[in-house]
């Protein structure tokens, strides 16, 4: 049976990317690693060097635990899945891959929305390398969204998305496709309408991870 491991930095991800598992991934073993120190310990300088190796350990005990394959589900690590696959020899796949290309397809003016600025930098640069990889010269803007990552930290899931969505709803007067650069954002986006597309990494990740487990 196929085994699938998704590593995450916040606990907040392991039911959503469950139930994704569940509903795209049907018959495959789903396992979750997880270090939710990461996050924070980017944003430190004495630490921030530390990240990659304890990736590529994650990623390996996944290997040595019979994993198929590895899905990172943070895009603040997403650049570490090349040398992490390289450590562990199985695939790594990044969660926001598939929304960059759908980004980059969709639109010219592309807005990256972001909780933490650890995150937006990683984001605009995928969605650069992707781009180059499609022939396209893409407007690209970004936000970072005050107070957001604190109130989903505590808990506090309406105060994020209330918060995101004031956030969405400015980037869309400006942009023709809006980016949500963390999974946890996705909640946000959910009965939401506007104007222009919004792209969350979850489901397109997993539908991506599926597509190339079958």
């Known amino acids: 049976m196929t085994r699938i491991a998704f590593l995450h930095t916040g606990a907040v991800n392991i039911a959503p990317f469950g139930e994704l598992a569940g509903e795209l991934l049907p018959g495959v073993t789903v396992v979750n690693y997880l270090d939710d120190r990461i996050v924070a310990d980017l944003g430190d300088a004495d630490r921030a060097a530390s990240v990659p190796e304890r990736v590529n350990d994650l990623v390996r005990a996944a290997a040595a635990g019979g994993a198929d394959a590895v899905m990172l589900t943070c895009s603040s690590i ?43 930098r990683p984001t605009m640069a995928l969605i650069e390398e992707r781009a180059a990889l499609a022939n396209a010269q893409p407007e690209l803007t970004s936000e970072v969204i005050e107070g957001a990552f604190a109130a989903v930290s505590t808990g506090d899931r309406a105060t994020h998305d209330r918060l995101v969505r004031a956030a969405i709803g400015r980037a869309a007067a400006h942009a023709d496709v809006v980016v949500l650069a963390q999974a946890s954002m996705a909640s946000a986006a959910v009965d939401f309408p506007v104007d222009v597309p919004v792209l969350a990494s979850p489901r397109l990740g997993v539908e991506r991870l599926a597509q190339r487990a079958g």
């Open 78 to 120: 997403s650049e570490l899945a090349e040398p992490a696959a390289a450590a562990a020899g199985i695939p790594v796949l990044r969660v926001d891959e598939a929304m960059a290309d759908a980004a980059v397809r969709t639109g010219r003016r592309i807005r990256v929305l972001a909780t933490l600025a650890t995150t937006c």
